[in-house]
């Protein structure tokens, strides 16, 4: 198991995947690398469903992290191509989280999830010795459809164009800034720019824009570019499907801070988690609408590559591999162990 962040593959082949409890014939896709979610077939019905962290920041103000905790669990559903409608969530507090504070965070999360349409149905709140900040619970979201609008993220099809949206290391851009910016020697052109990148990780909303512009049909496979970068993301999205992706660094978005901070850091932005970006394969026919449709929303958007017959990423001609280790956990470690000091 790799030291910090996501299990490797291996660990999970050699732990997990042969481990998945009861067999059920209503389970429409379970566990498989590189797919964001899993989904359940009742009756005719999909439900889209998909567990993750809650992290919670509290340098952030309460409001502002209770939004980008939301967003975080709500994002690998919202790449299904379905609209997230329901979540489940649980808290184990630490300590010394006040009333007031955890009213604000709660505030934060109820009038998002309204104003997406997302109902909170069920969930554990408390708190309790030993629970720090930031991973303070877990949450699941579901999204309830059609069988036929979901989009799979293991179906890119040879002949599909390749979308990115917002580019590389944008959540690590904004959160390593907002976090230990002040600590950092960078102008303050920059760090405003780094740090406003934070209020890009979101996907929802981009995703129901995608769907809409070019139906389920016309849009093979939605990945979130979390662990990893967008790097490990486009290798996620050819393993997934088999096939092979061929892509420009320089056609993808750069967003304004990225490359000052990633350089500082001394990290590659290809390889750090960007949650917001996501990686999309259109049908050839859908691409105008889909560039449209996103522009409109003001999300910058790139025509990167190409899906074929085949296997692997290559970017600008080279073949790469997925980074395995996201490079800023390893930073964010840093500034964490010297606040403790």
Partial sequence: MSDLGKIDPEFFDEYLYPRLGASRDDVALGPKHGVDFGMLDVDGTAVVLATDPVSVLPELGFERAGQFALHIVLSDVAVSGLAPSHLAISFSLPPEISDREFAELWAAIDDEAEQLGISIVTGHTARYTGC???WVGAA???AVGDNDDVVRPDGARPGDSVLVTKGPAVEATGLLTTLYGDRMEL?????DEAQARLDETRTV??????????????????HDATEGGLQGALCEVAGSAGVRIDAERDAVPLRPGVAETCEYLDIEPWHATSSGTLVVAVAESAVDDVVSALESRGTPVGIAGTVSEGEGVYLDGERVEHPR??????VY?????????
Avoid: Q, Y
């Avoid at 102008?187 to 760090?191: A, C, G, N, P, Q």
């Avoid at 909303?205 to 939605?222: K, L």
């Avoid at 470690?333 to 000091?341: H, K």
């Fill in 325 to 330: 280790v996201d490079p800023s956990w390893a």
């Fill in 187 to 191: 102008s303050k052109e920059t760090l």
């Fill in 140 to 142: 699941t979201a579901l």
């Fill in 333 to 341: 470690e840093a500034f964490a162990e010297a606040d403790s000091e």
């Fill in 132 to 134: 720090s900040f930031p």
């Fill in 205 to 222: 909303r981009d995703a129901r824009a995608i769907v809409g512009a070019a139906g389920a049909d016309g849009v093979t496979a939605m």
